[in-house]
């Protein structure tokens, strides 16, 4: 069992930048794959960036890619979005997620955290 806090979440203007957090409990974090997801309103939940185990390979959406940075330290149970040159249409709920197994499917993961708001003012 893991149980997922996100923090960090706020208002930023366009092209400003933001660092969400995700404190996991438990002993058995770097067993798992870590996604950050997001949701727009009246959107269903879309795939940001993942990372895994160890954080040696990373893969990320191409609509944040080059802009995201995902990252994890296992020693503080803590996996971390970089979230830079922030777009209006990166306003969402954003939300990790842990997992066995590498996906990029919101479906795949069985653990969730109860989500941090973004929003982004043009």
């Known amino acids: 069992q893991v149980q997922l806090v996100e923090s960090g979440g706020g208002l930023v203007q366009a092209g400003g930048s933001l660092r969400l957090s995700c404190a996991a409990s438990?002993?058995?974090?770097?067993?798992?794959?870590m996604g950050w997801f997001r949701q727009a309103p009246g959107k269903e939940r879309e795939f940001a960036a993942v990372?895994?185990?160890?954080?040696?390979?990373?893969f990320y959406a191409e609509s944040v890619k080059g802009r995201f940075t995902i990252s994890r330290d296992n020693a503080k149970n803590t996996v971390y979005l970089q979230m830079n040159s922030l777009k209006p249409e990166d306003t969402a709920v954003y939300y990790c997620?842990?997992?066995?197994?590498?996906?990029?499917?919101?479906?795949?993961?069985?653990?969730w955290g109860q989500g941090t708001q973004v929003t982004v003012s043009s």
């Open positions: 997620a842990a997992d066995r197994r590498l996906s990029t499917s919101p479906h795949e993961y069985d653990y």
């Open positions: 990372i895994s185990w160890s954080g040696s390979s990373t």
């Open positions: 438990g002993r058995t974090f770097s067993s798992y794959i």
